[in-house]
């Protein structure tokens, strides 16, 4: 990296850490990277967070509260979309919601300036991606389970004219076959555009602020005034990212529940 | 782009700690703590709805006792009410009847004291007569000489004082 110069997409690099390069399973490379670092302190902070507030009280304290404000949020979600039958599936979709938040919310934190590099896990696609096809194999697991091969008219919406099958089917199953993708893609990609824009604006600030007074009134201040706006907009986006995953896994879980 | 130049050698490191770290929330967390915290607010929610529902009933209740209490408090004071006018009643009636009998023996003393005055008045009359008689006769038996009879100065005495 040159001096004054700031490569946006860096941050995004996964590094080995603690010499677990070649660690192996099955001849897969399964190193422990800053990525899965990350993810061990998301699930570390989650379960601090959650069992700090299961204390079960009848009259709930503050954290207590604020963990069944989270657990009552995914309820209603569940509750709204499927209906009194999406209670079996609050702890999945409720992991799902908080893991991703957490993830996403932690990868924001400036906790550079004491030294450490947070990483956010969820802008990586392949983490997404997976998370994006655990959900699409419950929809299909629920759903060839509870209806059989009748899973198959969630293709052919209510009232289709027998003519407009043919042309209709295929039309609905693509649309059914690309959400894992779209779920995916979709976290992926408001992440990593949102830490990638973060990181040009930090670029501008630091050459500009070498450059002289000039650059650093015409430049590196409105970069530096625009990236504190930035920052509330990620953390917005951060909670939205989550919600919508977890809406989106609701109301796939829905077709599969219900139906139509 | 990391995401994609690194591709090949992280995915299987990404996805196998992936499935650990979600599989650790998802079973520690998700199938651990939620359903306690989800018991928890349900049993709360249950224990409010029971408190709001006792709450209500004693109302209900402490109401129809004030009903009971009013229609009762109100039945008494009717009941008071007519005792008291029954007693007005009687009392207006014992006063008229002692008044009646006051007024009678008034008017009674009355009669016997305006009969006992004619007698008294009578008497008196009587008695001028013969005081009158007698001095008419003394007068004329000293005046005149004469010696009037008794019964003849009466007649006379009488014509004249009664016309």
């Known amino acids: 990296m040159a001096e004054g110069k700031v490569d946006p997409v860096h941050q995004f690099t996964i590094e080995p850490l ?33 069992g700090g507030g299961a204390k079960q009280a009848q ?10 404000s989270f657990t009552g949020f995914v309820d209603d979600l569940l509750r709204s979309n499927i209906g009194a039958n999406g209670r079996k599936y609050l702890p999945y979709v409720f992991s799902l919601f908080m893991f991703i938040l957490f993830a996403n919310v932690l990868g924001l934190l400036p906790l550079a300036l004491i030294g450490l590099h947070p990483f956010t896990p969820t802008s990586h696609f392949t983490v997404t991606g997976v998370l994006a096809i655990m959900s699409f194999s419950i929809v299909l697991i629920v759903g060839f389970a509870k209806h059989g091969f009748h899973f198959f008219s969630l293709f052919v919406p209510h009232g289709t ?28 990609v408001a992440m990593m555009a949102g830490h990638v824009l973060l990181e040009v604006l930090s670029g501008f600030v630091i050459s500009g602020t070498n450059g002289g007074a000039l650059t650093f009134g015409i430049a590196a201040l409105p970069s530096f005034l625009l990236m504190i706006g930035i920052c509330a907009l990620e953390l917005l986006v951060a909670g939205i990212q989550a919600y919508v995953f977890a809406l989106l896994t609701c109301v796939y879980l829905n077709d599969a529940e219900n139906l139509h | 782009m990391p995401q994609i130049a690194q591709l090949a050698t992280t995915y299987s490191s990404q996805i196998f700690w992936l499935l650990v770290f979600f599989g650790l929330v998802f079973f520690v967390v998700g ?22 529902a006792a709450a209500d009933a004693a109302r209900k209740a402490a109401d129809a006792q004030e009903e009971a209490w009013r229609t009762q408090a109100s039945r008494q004071r009717a009941e008071a009410q007519a005792l008291i006018a029954t007693a ?37 009359l009587d008695e001028i007569e013969t005081v ?11 005046l005149a000489g004469l010696a009037v009879d008794q019964d003849a100065a009466r007649v006379a005495v009488k014509e004249l004082l009664h016309g």
């Not at chain 2, 207006?92 to 009969?115: G, T, Y």
């Not at chain 2, 009158?132 to 000293?142: L, Y």
Request: no cysteine; net charge neutral.
């Open chain 2, 88 to 124: 007005k009643a009687e009392a207006a009636k014992a006063a008229e009847v002692r008044l009646v009998e006051a007024n009678r023996a008034i008017d009674a003393r009355l009669a016997e004291a305006e009969a006992r005055i004619a007698a008294a008045r009578a008497g008196a």
């Open chain 1, 59 to 68: 009259v709930p304290g503050r954290w207590q509260m604020a963990v069944e």
């Open chain 1, 161 to 188: 004219p027998a003519l407009m099958i043919p042309i209709i089917f295929p039309i609905e199953l693509i649309s059914f076959m690309v959400r894992p993708f779209s779920l995916g893609l979709r976290l992926f």
């Open chain 2, 132 to 142: 009158a008689a007698e001095a008419a006769g003394d007068i004329v038996s000293r």
């Open chain 1, 18 to 50: 603690f010499g677990t390069d070649h660690l192996a399973l099955a001849g897969y490379n399964i190193a422990f990277t800053n990525s899965a670092l990350w993810m061990a302190i998301t699930a570390l902070v989650l379960v601090v967070f959650v």
């Open chain 2, 31 to 52: 199938r651990g703590m939620v359903p306690k915290v989800m018991a928890t607010v349900d049993s709360r929610d249950k224990q409010i709805a029971a408190d709001l």
